[in-house]
């Protein structure tokens, strides 16, 4: 168990035990911190479970080498599966798919979503690039039959050919599909497929528990005053005011 479970388990007691708001003490909050028994193997988990899922190959191998602790996956995948997700963020559509289906083919077959936005990708670098002609003939021979099958498809298909429509796409209503935050989303999701076919979470743990650190500590805010962490980055206690 995680030292951020066992924390938001003792500040869950804590909360359940006021009737009103009480104050704790420093001193007392330290006490019931260093209670609080983590092993490191457990730590040293969530760091590699961390440096997996976000692809940090060499800092995963140097700190298998130092930790002992072993992956859950086997590390060159991560190496491919960056090159995809770097070919989406960098526009090469074209090559991740093959890539991807080079690692699995059925993760495409199985996952139409995931395939369709890829296409929508593509015809997005194709507008970026001013292939109007290719654009438009790409949209009619690959996207509008999978638009014709799901309404959903339909509704980005139009949304994203409306493009088309705009000389000047700063001003355009969808010009939001050409900036870089589009390419980080396709090549999110495709991250999160590439791990879901190895059998691996498509979120680090981590954040997750920092979340629910942060939601414990509101909850307790309304029935104790006591040191909490404003800043995840250093982990500081601070007072609180009372």
Same mark, same amino acid.
């Not at 690959?142 to 980005?156: D, H, I, T, Y």
């Given at each position: @168990? /995680?030292?951020?479970?066992?924390?938001? &388990?003792?500040?869950?007691?804590?909360?359940? @035990?006021?009737?009103?708001?009480?104050?704790?003490?420093?001193?007392?909050?330290?006490?019931?911190?260093?209670?609080?028994?983590?092993?490191?193997?457990?730590?040293?988990?969530?760091?590699?479970?961390?440096?997996?899922?976000?692809?940090?190959?060499?800092?995963?191998?140097?700190? &298998?080498?130092?930790?002992?602790?072993?992956?859950?996956?086997?590390?060159?995948?991560?190496?491919? &599966? @960056?090159?995809?997700?770097?070919?989406?963020?960098?526009?090469?559509?074209?090559?991740?798919?093959?890539?991807?289906?080079?690692?699995?083919?059925?993760?495409?077959?199985?996952?139409?979503?995931?395939?369709?936005?890829?296409?929508?990708? &593509?015809?997005?670098?194709?507008?970026?690039?001013?292939?109007?002609?290719?654009?438009?003939?790409?949209?009619?021979?690959?996207?509008?039959?999978?638009?014709?099958?799901?309404?959903?498809?339909?509704?980005?298909?139009?949304?994203?050919?409306?493009?088309?429509?705009?000389?000047?796409?700063?001003?355009?209503?969808?010009?939001?599909?050409?900036?870089? /935050?589009?390419?980080?989303?396709?090549?999110?999701?495709?991250?999160?497929?590439?791990?879901? /076919?190895?059998?691996?979470?498509?979120?680090?743990?981590?954040?997750?528990?920092?979340?629910?650190?942060?939601?414990?500590?509101?909850?307790?805010?309304?029935?104790?005053?006591?040191?909490?962490?404003?800043?995840? /980055?250093?982990?500081?206690?601070?007072?609180?005011?009372?």
């Amino acid at each position: @168990m /995680s030292l951020f479970w066992l924390v938001i &388990r003792q500040l869950a007691e804590i909360g359940a @035990m006021a009737t009103t708001k009480k104050v704790i003490t420093r001193e007392e909050w330290e006490k019931k911190l260093n209670d609080v028994k983590i092993r490191k193997e457990d730590m040293n988990k969530l760091v590699m479970n961390f440096l997996v899922t976000e692809g940090y190959v060499e800092a995963a191998e140097k700190f &298998r080498t130092e930790s002992g602790t072993e992956p859950d996956i086997d590390l060159a995948t991560i190496t491919d &599966r @960056m090159a995809v997700k770097k070919a989406v963020q960098n526009g090469n559509v074209e090559d991740a798919i093959e890539k991807v289906n080079d690692l699995n083919p059925e993760i495409l077959d199985t996952n139409p979503q995931l395939f369709f936005h890829l296409q929508q990708q &593509r015809l997005i670098e194709l507008i970026r690039n001013g292939k109007v002609e290719e654009a438009l003939e790409f949209a009619q021979e690959e996207l509008a039959p999978r638009g014709e099958e799901n309404q959903s498809f339909l509704e980005e298909l139009e949304r994203t050919v409306a493009l088309l429509a705009f000389e000047d796409v700063s001003n355009c209503p969808v010009g939001d599909l050409l900036d870089i /935050s589009q390419r980080l989303k396709t090549a999110s999701e495709v991250n999160a497929a590439i791990l879901t /076919s190895q059998s691996h979470e498509k979120d680090p743990k981590l954040p997750s528990l920092l979340k629910m650190l942060l939601w414990a500590q509101n909850q307790l805010d309304e029935k104790a005053a006591y040191p909490r962490i404003n800043d995840l /980055s250093t982990a500081i206690l601070e007072d609180s005011a009372v």
